[in-house]
């Protein structure tokens, strides 16, 4: 069976760090790109960080370029992000996803909130 779960959400202050996990079974994740979405309340599911099956490719988007840094760990199945310097812009669910040609697959999501 597939799966794909986030963990490390949470409430956190303006200015402070949350590290995102996003453990992968069922599958050989090192195959596949993976990436974070993130969706806030009212507004479209908007791509954040997508790294390479090998690791050696990362793209951002332009709002997180410099906070956030995504990776993985192929040996444990699991990819992070990593996020400093949070907004209370940045508040949303967060959602792990794996792409490999037509195959692809979505995480349950975790929650993030910002705020003082």
């Known amino acids: 069976q597939v799966q794909l779960v986030e963990s490390g959400g949470g409430l956190v202050q303006p200015g402070g760090s949350l590290r995102l996990s996003c453990a992968a079974s069922g599958f050989t994740p090192s195959f596949y790109a993976m990436s974070w979405y993130r969706q806030a309340p009212g507004k479209e599911r908007e791509r954040v960080a997508t790294i390479a099956g090998t690791g050696g490719t990362t793209i951002y988007a332009d709002p997180v370029k410099g906070r956030f840094t995504i990776s993985r760990d192929n040996a444990k199945n699991t990819v992070y992000l990593h996020m400093n310097s949070l907004k209370p812009e940045d508040t949303a669910v967060y959602y792990c996803?794996?792409?490999?040609?037509?195959?692809?697959?979505w995480g349950q999501g975790t929650q993030v909130t910002v705020s003082s």
């Open positions: 996803y794996a792409v490999r040609g037509a195959d692809y697959y």
